[in-house]
């Protein structure tokens, strides 16, 4: 039981991280965007 519980919560962690890690991703995305293309395209 308290294994089940501990894979839940590490399954939760690794969820969270990969938002963080998508969002940081996005984030350096847009800005390489942005920054290359001041006129915005």
Known sequence: ????R???RAR???VITAV???VIA??????TIV???P???
């Open 1 to 4: 039981m308290d294994k089940q």
């Open 6 to 8: 501990n894979t839940q």
């Open 12 to 14: 939760r962690g690794a």
């Open 20 to 22: 963080i890690v998508g």
């Open 26 to 31: 996005i984030g350096v995305f847009i800005a």
């Open 35 to 37: 920054l290359f293309n």
């Open 39 to 41: 006129a915005g395209g």
